[in-house]
């Protein structure tokens, strides 16, 4: 009887400490198993978020699954549509100054996780960065000695408008910057010998790993491969999607690319 009594009152006490402590703690954890997506732009846009519509930008959702998602921001008659990543317990950030023509369109995206650092890059890759008055290479590049602070970085490339983008590098993350830069205007009137911007971008295709670059019927990883493509080929650039590029190969397919293995 006694030993009953014991073990009814080791539950009660169990019990208790799972009320006191035991809901915070759920909650805490059901809270860092979310991922948040704030989305800025220049001019105010008009925001989709895997084909709904969700409102217009500044625009913030802390409530969201990690995952990808498809984004698209419509200004008008300027849109930009793009990939982006979430990751558990941190918030992405997407930025975007919305122009007429691809060329003269330019916005970062920024993803945290778990690691140390900083890594960038650029569309066109190469260009040069630099942070409190020290040049640290070109794009793609990863600063991996870079304490916990808030940043300012300058990313240049000769014939586009130079971008600075502010960042805080909180302590054992690391930070992936995705930079688009815009190209830059030139009056054409100083000069008749100053070509004009042509409608039509080339990318080169850059080394990779496989020795070939897949193209596929979708902006991401998962999608279907249409064709192979070899480094120092040429393809024609139809639209930019954050870190992935729609291309049209000399074969006339039409598909997308990682933007990390092309620079114009």
Do not use: C, H
């Not at 006490?13 to 948040?36: C, D, H, Q, T, Y």
């Not at 997506?37 to 959702?61: C, H, W």
């Not at 010998?193 to 971008?201: A, G, R, V």
């Not at 850059?206 to 670059?213: I, M, Q, R, S, V």
Request: charged share 25%.
């Amino acid at each position: 009887m006694k030993k009953k009594i014991f073990i009814f009152l080791l539950f009660l006490s169990v019990l208790a400490l799972i009320f006191r402590f035991g809901v915070p703690l759920i909650a805490s954890i059901w809270e860092n198993s979310k991922s948040g997506l704030q989305i800025s732009s220049t001019p105010e846009a008009d925001v989709f978020i895997d084909g709904k519509e969700m409102g217009r930008t500044p625009y913030e959702n802390k409530d969201l699954k990690a995952g990808e998602y498809q984004i698209k921001l419509k200004a008008g008659e300027n849109l930009w549509q793009g990939i982006i990543q979430t990751t558990q317990g941190t918030v992405s950030l997407l930025n975007r100054e919305l122009r007429a023509g691809v060329a003269s369109s330019s916005g970062e995206v920024m993803i945290l996780k778990k690691g140390r650092g900083i890594f960038i890059t650029s569309t066109p890759a190469g260009a040069e960065v630099e942070t409190k008055g020290k040049v640290y290479g070109k794009t793609p590049l990863l600063i991996s000695d870079l304490s916990s602070d808030e940043y300012v970085f300058l990313l240049s490339y000769p014939g586009y408008t130079k971008r600075q983008i502010r960042a805080v590098l909180p302590s054992g993350m690391l930070l992936t910057i995705n930079s688009d830069l815009a190209v830059a205007e030139v009056d054409l009137g100083v000069s008749s010998n100053i070509p004009k911007i042509t409608t039509e971008i080339k990318l080169t295709v850059k080394k990779t790993p496989t020795g070939f670059l897949r193209v596929r019927d979708k902006p991401s990883t998962a999608g279907k491969e249409l064709a192979r493509v070899s480094p120092g080929d040429n393809l024609i650039l139809l639209e930019e999607l954050g870190s992935w590029n729609k291309v049209r190969t000399k074969g006339g397919i039409e598909g997308y690319v990682s933007g990390v293995y092309v620079t114009r």
